[in-house]
């Protein structure tokens, strides 16, 4: 397949499996990012490589020239942490994707696959929903031929999540027993690139890997892998809730992605199931990992 296919979001942990992804399947790749230093580490992966500003249209432009499609997980980080910036999901994903659209519309893209987040119709009001929807509701009414994808969380961001509650506490609702099914990058990139040359016109599919767990024991996995004998120490969720209340005035990204976190714990979000990376061997891969750079120090 011949066809140039944009990757926005390139850097990213799942935009450098989608520029894999369509690298096997003989599609030109050009990937998209803010830094060059950032984006040399995909070559030769990518055909082309291309720094761009998402706020700015006409850097948009530029780089859409001859594209045929599109796929944006571009957006700001998820890791809560105010290291990676104040501002919210509805300053930074909103505009940006925006932007990215509008300018694809002018280029005459054949189309437009946005990764957005799965649970939205459960959590309307928050911040880091209302940042990808209304880039979803921009995109319906593109008159562009679209994909929606709605994943539940990756694999590196539950990692991440216990990682950062290894320094103090991981909040828990009811003993963690709401149940998710988190996805391995590589799969989500599968998925999302069968989406993009899908030719269905108007196409939105929520996703999850194969295994439902309970939230408990995902934080058990991922304990035992990376935490080694250190156990966390788990508080009522709002705990999570009162900590980002706290953070919102200084760092709004981090309350608000609290915020989301705190509600995510309290209910199932279980979406259909794809792929076959199992996240317990997830887990045991990064222990090794990690095992195999200690020795190295």
């Known amino acids: 397949m011949d066809e140039l296919v944009l990757v926005a979001g390139a850097t990213g942990r799942l935009g450098r499996e989608v520029v894999r992804e369509l690298t096997r399947r003989e599609c030109r790749v050009r990937a998209m990012g803010r830094s060059m230093e950032s984006l ?37 980080s998820v890791i809560p942490l105010p290291r990676y910036g104040a501002r919210t999901f509805s300053q930074v994903d909103t505009p940006t994707n925006v932007n990215l659209i509008d300018s694809a519309v002018r280029h005459g893209v054949r189309k437009f696959l946005y990764v957005s987040v799965f649970g939205a119709d459960k959590l309307p009001h928050r911040d880091f929903v209302v940042g990808h929807e209304r880039v979803v509701e921009h995109l319906r009414g593109s008159g562009l031929p679209y994909a929606v994808v709605r994943p539940t ?38 998925f999302c690139v069968e989406a993009l040359l899908d030719p269905d016109p108007a196409l939105e599919r929520d996703v999850g890997g ?22 966390l120490r788990h508080v009522p969720v709002w705990v999570m809730r009162a900590a980002g209340l706290a953070a919102m005035p200084l760092y709004p990204r981090v309350g608000e992605l609290m915020a989301f976190i705190a509600d995510i714990l309290m209910d199932d979000f279980v979406a259909p199931a794809y792929g076959d990376h199992h996240i317990e061997d997830y887990f045991a891969e990064r222990a090794r990992e990690r095992d195999g750079e200690l020795l190295r120090t």
């Open 40 to 76: 040399a580490r995909l070559v030769p992966e990518a055909d082309e490589i291309v720094v761009a500003d998402a706020f700015d249209q006409a850097s948009l432009l530029a780089a859409l020239v001859d594209v045929e499609r599109v796929f944006s997980c571009m957006g700001a």
């Open 153 to 190: 969380g990756f694999f590196q961001s539950m990692e991440e999540i216990v990682l950062v509650a290894g320094s103090g506490l991981l909040p828990q609702h009811k003993g963690g027993t709401a149940r998710t099914n988190p996805i391995h990058e590589t799969d989500l990139a599968r």
């Open 210 to 231: 194969p295994d439902a767990l309970m939230r408990c024991e995902i934080a058990a996995l991922a304990e035992r892998s990376l935490l080694g004998r250190r156990r």
